[in-house]
């Protein structure tokens, strides 16, 4: 085995020297006194990125909504047929109810015997049919409400599933819509660091760039070779120039994308589903280079962010919060895929 000694004091020198060498640390600047405050540039960098992360879980969280929205449409459904069965039941009993009291009175008493101390055999032949004529009438009564009562209760199975299905629903649609605005949240705060001046500075900026990349959200009408149903769908968009960008909106006062796309093409009397995503895939695929105002664009991927074709090569589009409903150059954003409604 080894010996243990018990170690040595520091010695006087020892000590001076680790007593400097805490002063020295002590001195050195803390890491958040280090850290520089991000520039105007950067703040509005992580803002986009902010918000362009929050249009996927935007989306996702349409599409659970319109779930949510089914689901609900169907418990209601269950549980007006469940009312209906009730009520049925409830009918049927009152009926049973006095057959069965009749049958009982009846029933006490042996046949023969009650043959023997009627004073009228014909009479009593006759009731005798009567009675088993409602016995007969009871009998397919208590079966008629055996499978009501079996009906019932898959029916109230049913509605069970439906309404736990429901509040899953809700819990997911609770858990992205926290995600957004927590992403949002995090965007204010970077905002809100900002001076005045400093903000004035990056709303000028942001303009500038807009202006030299061909991007407007001023009030303007179509004017372009769209007919038809795309015309009409065109005209309602441009109406909405201007609009704030909202995430989960489709309307009248602010749009989110897929909003902005769903309720233009509703005015012409299409019906699209609601998220991009849905509308990607109810949509008849169309080239890039066969692309027809009108036709819904892609940017990204298939379930990000979309809008709608005007012609020229630009497009019309809700973008992002902090934004309004404006005209773009189709390539201002990665094309992914357009379809056509």
């Given at each position: 085995m080894g010996?243990h000694r018990?170690?040595k004091p520091?010695s006087?020198?020892?000590?001076?020297?680790?007593?400097?060498?805490?002063?020295?640390?002590?001195?050195l600047p803390?890491?958040s006194?280090?850290?520089p405050k991000?520039t105007v540039?950067?703040?509005?960098?992580?803002v986009e990125l902010l918000?362009?992360?929050?249009?996927?879980?935007t989306e996702?969280y349409?599409?659970?909504?319109?779930?949510q929205?089914?689901l609900q449409r169907?418990?209601?459904?269950?549980?007006e047929?469940?009312?209906?069965?009730?009520?049925e039941?409830?009918?049927?009993?009152?009926?049973i109810?006095?057959?069965?009291?009749a049958?009982?009175r009846?029933?006490?008493?042996d046949?023969s015997?009650?043959?023997?101390?009627?004073g009228?055999?014909d009479?009593?032949?006759?009731q005798a049919?009567?009675?088993?004529?409602?016995?007969?009438r009871?009998?397919?009564?208590?079966?008629?409400?055996q499978n009501?009562?079996?009906?019932?209760?898959?029916?109230?199975?049913?509605v069970?599933e439906?309404?736990q299905d429901?509040?899953?629903?809700?819990?997911?649609?609770?858990?992205k819509?926290?995600?957004?605005?927590?992403?949002?949240?995090?965007?204010?705060k970077?905002?809100?660091s900002?001076?005045?001046?400093q903000?004035a500075?990056?709303?000028?900026?942001?303009?500038?760039?807009d202006?030299?990349a061909?991007?407007?959200d001023s009030?303007a009408?179509?004017?372009?070779?769209?007919s038809?149903?795309?015309?009409?769908?065109?005209?309602?968009?441009?109406?909405q120039?201007g609009?704030?960008y909202?995430?989960?909106?489709?309307?009248?006062d602010?749009?989110?994308?897929?909003?902005?796309?769903?309720?233009?093409?509703r005015?012409a009397?299409?019906?699209?589903?609601?998220?991009?995503?849905?509308?990607?895939?109810?949509g008849?695929k169309?080239?890039?280079?066969?692309?027809?105002?009108?036709d819904?664009?892609?940017?990204y991927?298939?379930?990000?962010?979309?809008?709608?074709y005007?012609?020229?090569?630009?497009?019309?589009?809700?973008p992002?919060?902090g934004?309004n409903v404006?005209?773009v150059?189709?390539?201002?954003m990665?094309?992914?895929?357009?379809?056509?409604?």
């Amino acid at each position: 085995m080894g010996t243990h000694r018990r170690p040595k004091p520091p010695s006087r020198a020892r000590i001076a020297t680790i007593g400097m060498a805490a002063g020295a640390v002590s001195l050195l600047p803390t890491q958040s006194q280090a850290a520089p405050k991000p520039t105007v540039d950067e703040v509005r960098k992580q803002v986009e990125l902010l918000y362009e992360e929050a249009e996927a879980p935007t989306e996702e969280y349409n599409g659970i909504r319109e779930k949510q929205k089914e689901l609900q449409r169907e418990a209601e459904r269950a549980r007006e047929r469940l009312a209906r069965k009730q009520q049925e039941i409830n009918e049927l009993r009152e009926k049973i109810g006095p057959l069965a009291a009749a049958q009982y009175r009846s029933g006490g008493i042996d046949p023969s015997v009650e043959l023997f101390l009627s004073g009228d055999p014909d009479d009593y032949l006759h009731q005798a049919e009567m009675l088993d004529r409602t016995s007969s009438r009871q009998a397919d009564a208590l079966r008629a409400m055996q499978n009501m009562q079996r009906e019932l209760a898959q029916e109230r199975a049913t509605v069970q599933e439906q309404l736990q299905d429901l509040e899953e629903t809700r819990a997911k649609a609770k858990e992205k819509k926290d995600e957004v605005q927590g992403k949002l949240a995090k965007a204010r705060k970077l905002l809100n660091s900002l001076t005045a001046a400093q903000r004035a500075k990056m709303e000028a900026d942001q303009e500038r760039e807009d202006a030299a990349a061909g991007v407007s959200d001023s009030a303007a009408t179509y004017n372009g070779p769209a007919s038809g149903r795309a015309k009409v769908a065109l005209d309602f968009a441009y109406a909405q120039l201007g609009k704030p960008y909202e995430w989960g909106s489709t309307g009248p006062d602010s749009y989110d994308c897929s909003g902005l796309t769903g309720a233009s093409w509703r005015a012409a009397g299409v019906s699209l589903p609601r998220t991009v995503k849905q509308q990607y895939d109810a949509g008849r695929k169309v080239a890039k280079s066969d692309l027809q105002p009108g036709d819904i664009i892609y940017w990204y991927n298939d379930n990000q962010h979309n809008g709608m074709y005007v012609g020229n090569g630009k497009a019309i589009h809700a973008p992002r919060t902090g934004k309004n409903v404006e005209i773009v150059p189709l390539d201002s954003m990665p094309f992914f895929a357009a379809s056509r409604p």
